[in-house]
């Protein structure tokens, strides 16, 4: 196949994001660079699956690595802002697994520090590079569907309730908001046409204080309104409905949709739309990412990102949650 990877790609993690940017990267005819990690075996592990030739001795190295143009942190969330600095202050491109940052003060650290070097910052959201979303957009845009009135969105995971794991886990920054409600926060702000200016909601805490489960109400100045229903230890689709007034959109297993279904008011009658493939998600984003570090066009939406962190970090300070790193 022709390499259509264009720069050097670095993973910091070895995780499941990881195995998948390194097989997204063979599916495009290259493959990663390096590999940097906390545990050198693992690193060394990885590197041999996937015929990576550079393990670094120490995981700060990659900053270091003059070859290097392009970061993937896949590290759990609290150690991003951290890995961010050095990223960035060496003046490397970074995509980041979301959440991006724990908190608004962290991310606007990060975007000022990507605008002094002239790098490209970023979320690794999938919804904003999945195909599906595009043709959507210019469906909506038609005109054919209306105003838009509400969203709905439904993300709930069985996870085992074992206090000690990442999910449920205070120190590695677990809870139901950072870790499956950015999804359906990333979907709503995709959709609507402002980011939302007024959110109520309520919260469940697990036994270790983090959020378990919550209900979240958004309105925007155009008075459009989404619904949020999140668990981490109840099962729901991942289903999106969006509602005009002239028809609505459903989306199931949505974080990398590929379908959807529009159902017409008037008539009843229903519209397929599907496009792209759920397993290339991650080949979405890298090119995405490689055209924004090319200065072809930047379609990475850190803006979305910058409004759903908002939107999070003020939902964590009304509920008075708060993770170690930010109580220093």
Same mark, same amino acid.
């Given at each position: 196949?022709? /390499?259509?990877?264009?720069?050097?790609? %670095?993973? @910091?993690?070895?995780?499941?994001?990881?195995?998948? $940017? #390194?097989? !997204?990267?063979?599916?495009?005819?290259?493959?990663?660079?390096?590999?940097?990690?906390?545990?050198?075996?693992?690193?060394?592990?990885?590197?041999?699956?996937?015929?990576?030739?550079?393990?670094?001795?120490?995981?700060?190295?990659?900053?270091?690595?003059?070859?290097?143009?392009?970061?993937?942190?896949?590290?759990?969330?609290?150690?991003?802002?951290?890995?961010?600095?050095?990223?960035?202050?060496?003046?490397?491109?970074?995509?980041?697994?979301?959440?991006?940052?724990? /908190?608004?003060?962290?991310?606007?650290? %990060?975007? @000022?520090?990507?605008?002094?070097?002239?790098?490209? $910052? #970023?979320? !690794?959201?999938?919804?904003?590079?999945?195909?599906?979303?595009?043709?959507?957009?210019?469906?909506?845009?038609?005109?054919?569907?209306?105003?838009?009135?509400?969203?709905?969105?439904?993300?709930?995971?069985?996870?085992?309730?074992?206090?000690?794991?990442?999910?449920?886990?205070?120190?590695?920054?677990?809870?139901?908001?950072?870790?499956?409600?950015?999804?359906?926060?990333?979907?709503?702000?995709?959709?609507?046409?402002?980011?939302?200016?007024?959110?109520?909601?309520?919260?469940?805490?697990?036994?270790?204080?983090?959020?378990?489960?919550?209900?979240?109400?958004?309105?925007?100045?155009?008075?459009?309104?989404?619904?949020?229903?999140?668990?981490?230890?109840?099962?729901?689709?991942?289903?999106?409905?969006?509602?005009?007034?002239?028809?609505?959109?459903?989306?199931?297993?949505?974080?990398?949709?590929?379908?959807?279904?529009?159902?017409?008011?008037?008539?009843?009658?229903?519209?397929?739309?599907?496009?792209?493939?759920?397993?290339?998600?991650?080949?979405?984003?890298?090119?995405?990412?490689?055209?924004?570090?090319?200065?072809?066009?930047?379609?990475?939406?850190?803006?979305?990102?910058?409004?759903?962190?908002?939107?999070?970090?003020?939902?964590?300070?009304?509920?008075?949650?708060?993770?170690?790193?930010?109580?220093?």
């Amino acid at each position: 196949m022709e /390499n259509k990877v264009r720069y050097n790609w %670095a993973t @910091l993690g070895t995780g499941v994001i990881a195995n998948e $940017l #390194a097989q !997204a990267l063979q599916q495009l005819g290259g493959k990663l660079y390096s590999v940097a990690n906390r545990t050198h075996q693992k690193g060394l592990d990885f590197a041999q699956k996937y015929g990576i030739e550079k393990v670094y001795d120490q995981i700060d190295d990659v900053f270091k690595d003059e070859n290097v143009d392009i970061i993937y942190i896949s590290t759990p969330h609290n150690t991003h802002i951290d890995f961010l600095r050095k990223a960035l202050k060496n003046g490397k491109h970074v995509l980041c697994e979301k959440s991006i940052t724990l /908190n608004s003060e962290e991310l606007e650290e %990060a975007v @000022l520090l990507a605008e002094q070097e002239h790098v490209v $910052l #970023a979320e !690794a959201m999938t919804i904003y590079h999945m195909p599906i979303y595009r043709q959507l957009n210019n469906i909506i845009s038609s005109g054919q569907l209306g105003d838009l009135k509400m969203i709905q969105m439904n993300f709930g995971s069985y996870k085992e309730y074992d206090m000690t794991n990442r999910f449920f886990n205070r120190q590695l920054a677990g809870g139901a908001l950072l870790d499956i409600g950015v999804y359906a926060l990333s979907f709503v702000r995709w959709f609507m046409t402002s980011s939302p200016h007024q959110v109520l909601s309520q919260v469940k805490f697990a036994p270790t204080g983090v959020d378990e489960q919550a209900g979240i109400l958004l309105t925007n100045a155009q008075g459009e309104m989404a619904t949020l229903t999140l668990s981490l230890h109840a099962k729901q689709p991942k289903r999106g409905t969006i509602a005009y007034d002239k028809g609505y959109i459903e989306m199931y297993e949505y974080p990398r949709g590929q379908k959807a279904v529009i159902t017409y008011t008037e008539d009843g009658h229903q519209e397929i739309i599907e496009t792209g493939k759920t397993s290339e998600a991650l080949m979405y984003e890298v090119l995405d990412m490689e055209a924004a570090v090319a200065g072809d066009k930047n379609e990475m939406h850190l803006d979305y990102s910058c409004d759903v962190m908002k939107i999070m970090t003020d939902l964590r300070k009304e509920w008075g949650m708060a993770y170690p790193e930010e109580e220093k």
